[in-house]
Structure formats: C-alpha cells, structure tokens
C-alpha cells in the first residue's frame, strides 16, 4: 500500500474547549454553494446604448469605485463566436494606457460612450466596446487579444475587457443611468417577448 507524504499535514481537528465553550471545527461550516467574488465584493449594473447596436454590456461596480467592464451573459459575441479583440481603436490603442501612483495619474480619460476595444466575431460582426461609464482607464485585459476565444469560458468577473475608475463624485449619478439586476432582467424578459412576436 502506497504511503501519502503529506498525510502529516492535512488538517485535523483536535477538540478545544475556549471560555467554556466547545470550539467547533472549521471545516463543520464549510459551505459547498459559498457566494462568488463577484457576489461577495461587486454589485451588477448593465449599460446598453441608446440606438443603433443595443448589445447589452457588464459594469461590476466595487465598494471602492473600481469597476470591470465585461459583456454581459447575454451579449451576442458569445453565440456567434470571438475571432478577434483589439485594443487599437485606430487613433488610440488602449493597450499603452499608463498610470501611477494611487490616484491613477495618466489614465485615459473616458466618456460613458467611448471605445475600449474592437470586437470582431466568426460571422464577421464587428462590436465596439463602450466603456459604459464617464471615468479614468486603469488597464485592459490584453489576455482576450491574445485568446480571444478563452473569453467566452471566462467565469464571471474573470471576462472583463478594462479596469476603470470613475471620480467620487460621479458615482451615484453613473449607478442612476446604468440598469440594476432586476431592471435588465425585466429589459431581457421584454426584449425577448418582443422577438418571438416578431418571429411568429
């Protein structure tokens, strides 16, 4: 019988009584379905464009006013395919975004509408990534340019195309314009009850 090394150091609960009271192993509260990052530290907002493309887009917004700009679950891109992602929108390439320090000094400004990044799908669509909120550009994910396709296995969070920071200031006006969980649920139910009447 083969003999595990590691055995010795595996964990073992050994009883221990603290002021009177039975301390209780650790592994007695694991929870098998314990909430994601994304639903421990980011609240969900969706932004969509006011005519023209209205794909739907992801803003996880941090307590500390960071915020991941990702497709959303529902974005098209998924089921068409990613053949591409470019962070050279043609005057700018966002790749060579720079900042320093704790203020993020040098980041590029943008505009809820600006262009993060060019999406290019195996059908031949091409979808301009908005940066979906008016704030200063920290990075982007040059990981998806390099594999694009590894973005539609990305787990939640994981899948962002930019790091942004928007100013103190502006934060409650940014939550206000953007869609909350159940206000884009609702969007969706609409935007796909409206599909099938077309359909039929």
Known sequence: MQIDPLADYYFQHEPQIICGQ????????????????????????????????????????????????????????????????????GQTDRAKNTVKGKGKKGGMVLQHDSTLALLTTKTGEVYKIPSCVRSKLVEVNTKYAEDPESLITAEEGAGYFAI????????????????????YDEYMKKSKASEANADE
């Open 22 to 89: 039975d301390v209780k192993s650790i592994t007695d509260e694991y929870v098998d379905d314990y909430p994601s990052v994304v639903d421990r530290f980011f609240t969900r907002y969706y932004y969509i464009k006011k005519g023209g493309d209205q794909s739907p887009y992801q803003v996880l917004f941090h307590s500390n006013r960071i915020c991941l700009i990702c497709l959303a679950p529902e974005h098209p891109a998924f089921s068409k395919g990613i053949a591409s992602i470019n962070f050279d929108i």
């Open 164 to 183: 942004v920071l928007p100013k103190p200031e502006h934060c409650e006006e940014i939550k206000a314009s953007l869609m909350n969980q159940e206000q």
